[in-house]
């Protein structure tokens, strides 16, 4: 009698145990369903953005020198100011050049006066060859000596060789002016550049046409959207980073030469993927991160997922999760693989 009572008790406990629990864990589907709140996940366009610091630059720069050795006489323009091409900008005292010239004009007249009126004795033969190529040699070197003598009065005149800013001005009258060395600085701002550093571990995800977006702090945080133009290819040897020059368009003329600006260039490495709210990822005694999903039965299961960078939006899944599943958001505690669950709104 006895060994029958506890046979009995051992039966019922197991039906009790098989109505709670399986084997594998997985919960009874006969239960009462688990309210859940759940959503699909949000595809997402993922790329770092690589901020850095950097310097206008002038769309167009070209320093202008006079030609010639000389004082300057006058300077007629300053810096800021508007010019158009062919326009004289400065003068070198041009005195002796004009001298010069003159005199090259009075032999060139008197040259080609030999020379007409000695063809027709050539011609006539009264007048010996050799006389005849001497008046020739003269005439030319006569010619060729008006001609530099011209352009040395002409190189006394600083001329603007395109339409643009004055944009440094190294003279003032009574100053001697050299060859080569720059007088006045025409620049060209219809269009600029940022020029940034990017360091050599992140140049590779720089790429010419990328977009970026400036900021100038001397213009208030004015913000700009230009586009990378120029990717250097050879490093500074010491800062071991390459130049970068972002082109932005500027009709206003607000943006100067010289403003310093921050730059955000978009990482062209993008990767896309999906992204939950963080508190739909649990993580087991293993630390395997885990979800649940809702399949068309109205089950959960659970699923195994990899995960990336916390973002605003959420945690980026990388995979394990397909786009058009359903995910639970909240009540995921309560579940187990296999378990019914009651999607609610609120």
Request: hydrophobic share 45%; glycine share 8%.
């Amino acid at each position: 009698m006895k060994r029958g009572r506890i046979t009995a008790l051992f039966i019922t406990a197991s039906l009790l145990l098989a109505g709670c629990s399986g084997r594998d864990g997985q919960e009874n589907i006969t239960s009462a369903p688990v309210p859940v709140k759940a959503a699909r996940p949000q595809p997402f366009s993922a790329g770092h953005a690589l901020a850095y610091s950097g310097t206008i630059e002038a769309g167009e720069s070209i320093p202008l020198s006079f030609a010639a050795v000389g004082n300057v006489a006058r300077v007629l323009v300053a810096e800021g100011e508007a010019v158009r091409k062919g326009q004289l900008l400065a003068e070198l005292n041009a005195e002796s050049s004009r001298n010069a010239w003159e005199m090259s004009q009075a032999a060139l007249k008197q040259a080609e006066d030999a020379w007409s009126r000695l063809k027709p004795m050539y011609e006539s033969g009264s007048l010996p060859e050799i006389k005849w190529i001497e008046i020739e040699t003269n005439l030319q070197k006569a010619r060729s000596a008006a001609a530099i003598s011209k352009k040395n009065l002409e190189d006394c005149r600083l001329i603007s060789p395109v339409s643009g800013i004055v944009g440094r001005r190294a003279i003032d009258p009574g100053m001697g002016a050299m060859p080569n060395l720059a007088s006045i600085t025409i620049v060209r701002i219809d269009r600029v550049f940022a020029k940034v550093a990017v360091p050599e571990n992140e140049i590779a995800r720089v790429a010419r046409g990328e977009q970026a977006r400036l900021r100038i702090s001397a213009l208030e945080g004015a913000e700009y959207t230009g586009r990378v133009e120029e990717v250097g290819v050879v490093a500074d040897p010491l800062a071991h980073s390459y130049a970068v020059r972002i082109a932005v368009e500027n009709p206003g003329h607000r943006i100067k030469p010289g403003m310093i600006c921050s730059a955000v260039l978009e990482d062209s490495s993008r990767s896309r993927g999906l992204v939950l709210p963080a508190g739909a990822v649990l993580v087991d005694e293993k630390g395997i991160n885990y979800l649940y999903v809702v399949n068309a039965e109205s089950l959960a299961q659970r699923r195994e997922v990899t995960i990336g960078a916390l973002l605003q939006e959420g945690i980026e899944i990388l995979s394990g999760l397909e786009p058009d599943e359903l995910v639970v958001l909240a009540g995921q505690h309560k579940l187990g693989t296999g378990k019914p669950v009651r999607v609610v709104t609120n």
